[in-house]
Structure formats: structure tokens, C-alpha cells
């Protein structure tokens, strides 16, 4: 009997090698959701997004900024969302510690009022995630900030109140922070010049959001972005973009099980290099349709892979491309560039029969031909699905642990993929201390 630590609440359990057939559907972008709900901070009337994702992630940011005095509304998959009268509060530090993404309400706060407080938000499983970047680029646009006792104090200086636009030069392409900066631009007076922003599809979405209020942005996708800051924005009704780490998700649940399955709706161009990598590895990718993408099988060889900023190869799909790798015949190389501490899967996948060996942020895959079901604990959002993924494929049964990191992330994961045959289900786990017993939740 697996002996679960008292705090799990429910777990995963998996049959492997079930084929999988058929279509299932993408949620909406959590990494778009996540900022256009900040970016709401920046209009002072009623705006209205479509598509959100159910996730315990936009959960928790419907949280921070009813924290700091916007009115939300749910229903569904729309949230209506009015932050007229949105005030000094400073968002609560348990919250902003289990939500990192609440940072992103720093720069539309300081372009609404003149002068805002946030919460330092903490590391995290795969990195420190500092935020120097943001920081520097509210400083560059006239902000006084300052870090005290964990919160960041930002203060617009001058009588004016408003913030100043600047030409400003990231470092590293920062998705973060080219957001942050975005959005602080949007209400300054005069322009702001972004250098080596970063070009992730979630940036043309918060900028596509952002000018459907009024803003005026060009260059979003592009390593320069131009915004010319104005007076006010105004009301808007904007639905999010597919979510493209989803779709990439479930192409490997795919392509490990050897199954032809199908996807919509997807945006192609968002999964470029994902595609082009489940080529070389073997699998055929169809784009259908414009928005719908089918994976035809093929027997699984090595590649390489390596993490950059968009158009690389993105840091979000590493865990689960690993999966694939460890049953492509083969050696293959992942370098992982992008966080300093995001390998964490590996020894999980080790516990599966994984042949990798981690040197730094280099991970050595051996191709073996089967992996084995074992109990395994997720250590982050992308290793727990990069998990599920291996059980899909593997000899026997795998229970997953740790649910809490899936379940920021993905929306239903386990009824996508048992809308495509997986022999998945969600266990309530109620352990007290004597007997553990285990009733299906899904
Ligand atoms: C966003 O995080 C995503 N999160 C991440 O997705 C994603 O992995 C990442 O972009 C890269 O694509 C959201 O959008 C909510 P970064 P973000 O700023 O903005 C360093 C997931 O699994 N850096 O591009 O935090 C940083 O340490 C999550 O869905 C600084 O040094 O990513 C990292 O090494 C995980 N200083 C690198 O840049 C800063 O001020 C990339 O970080 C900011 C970042």
C-alpha cells in the first residue's frame, strides 16, 4: 500500500498503453488569462474577457485584485471585470506568495493611481523569479520603487502624477516584464520604446486586449515594441487565445501512446516549434482547417531540444517533450535555458525507468522501449503533466501526487484525455492514519 502523505486530497491513476482516438478540446491561454485580468486594472469601466480557462490560478488572481477593490463578476468562462474604484490596498502576501502572476498588477496600478504597494512575490519550484526587470523599467518611466519588509513601493515622482514614457532596453526578452512595462505604457504621457521585448503569442494577446480599450501599441511580437501612452481607456469585450501549452500537452499525449488524435481550436503559428520538433522526432502534424491540428503516430526517434524565448522552443513544453524523448530510440539532449531549477521531473521519470542523467542544466536521454507505472509525486505544474504524460505511456498503473501544481495550470486535464479514451480518473484519497480509502471522483 503507498503510504500518502496526510495532506493529499486526491490523486491520478492511470492505466497505461490505452490507445487514444478521437478530438478534444483547447481551454483558453492561462498565461494570457492570467494578464489580461490585470490589465482590466488599466480601464476604469466595465470590460468583459471570454474564454477563461477554469483553473486555481485565475482563481487566485480574482482573488488579489478583489483585494485591491476591482469588481469582478463569473460566469462560466466569461469574467466581467470593473476596477473604477480601485484603491491603495495592497494585495495580501499569501496571496501574491501562491500566485506569482499577481505582480502583473503592479504596473497598471501605478498607471491608474500615481502610487501602488505589492508584495514581493517568492521564488518558486523552478526558480528565483526576480522581478529586476519590471522594476527597471518603472523606474526608467519615472517611478520611484523601493523594496521593503517583501513589498515593492512605487511611487510616480513629480506633482504630475503620470508616469513618463522612455526608451527602454530589456536585458534578457522577459515576458513578465515586457508586460509590465506594456501596460504602465499604455496610460504614460508621450511614448515608450521596448528593446528585445519579448514576442510570445501572450504578448500580442495583452496588446491585441490592450488596444481593443483604446491603447496605442504596435510592434507586439516583435523584439520592439512602440506604445504611444493616452489619457484613458475605455470598455472593451475580448476573448482569450487558445491555450498553446494545452495543445502541446496533448499532442504528446498523442504521440507517446501512439494514437492519432486531433485538437481544436488551436492557433498553428503558436505551436511552431513544437511542431516542427514532434517531426523530427517522428510523428506526422496536420494542420487542419486553419485552427484544429491532427497527429498522425510514428515510431519515436531522439532529437535535441533546447529552451529559448519564443520562437524557440518553449521552457513550458520541456517536462513534457522530456516524457516523449524517454521511449524515442535514441539518445537525445534537452537544455533547459531559460529557469535555473526546472529538471525537477526527471528523477520522478527515473522512478518510471527513465534513462536520463541530468549535468547542470543539461539532460542526456537514452530511448528506452517501454517506461513502468509507479506511484509519483509532481513537483511543479509542467513536471506534473510531463507525469501524466509518462503514465499515458507506460506498463501497468501510475498514480500521480501532488495534484495541486495540475491543477493551476490545466483545465480538466484528466477529461480532456479521457474524452480521448484514457484510462485516467481522479481518486479522492481520505487517509486517517489507520486505513486510507480511495473513492473515484471522476
Ligand atoms: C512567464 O513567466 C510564464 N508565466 C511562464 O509560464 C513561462 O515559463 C515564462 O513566461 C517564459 O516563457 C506567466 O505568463 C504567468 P520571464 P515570467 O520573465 O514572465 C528571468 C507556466 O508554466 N527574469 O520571461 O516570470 C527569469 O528569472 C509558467 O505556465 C529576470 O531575471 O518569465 C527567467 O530566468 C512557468 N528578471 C527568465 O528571465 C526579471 O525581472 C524568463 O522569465 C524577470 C525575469
Redesign the pocket.
Known sequence: MTNYSEEQTSILEIQGKTPLRGETYISGA??SA??LMAGGILCSEDCRLRNLPLLVDIERMTQILAAVGVKLQRNGDILDINAKDIGQDQAPYELVSQL??SFFVIGPLLARLGMTRVPLPGGCA??????????RGLQAMGADVRIEHGVVHACVKGSRKRLQGAKIYLD??????T?TIMMAATLAEGETIIENA?Q?P?IIDLANFCRSMGARIKGAGSNKIVVSGVERLHSTDYSVIPDR?EAGTLLIAGAITQSEISLAPVVPEHLASVIAKLREVGPQVIIEDSNRLRLIPAPLRATDLKTL??PGF???MQAQFMALLTVSEGSSMVTET???NRLRHVAELQRMGADIRVKGNIALVQGIPFLSGAPVMATD??ASAALVLAGLAAQGTTIVQGLHHLDR?YDNLEAKLRKLGANIRRVKVTDDQDNIEYSAVS
Do not use: M, Q, W
Request: aromatic share 8%; charged share 25%.
Open positions: 492561462k498565461n492570467l494578464v506569482r502572476a523552478i526558480g528565483a523569479r526576480p522581478v529586476d526587470l519590471h522594476v534578457y526578452p522577459s515576458v513578465g516584464a508586460e519579448a510570445e501572450e501549452i524565448p519564443f518553449p521552457t513550458d531559460v529557469f535555473e505544474l509542467r495550470g
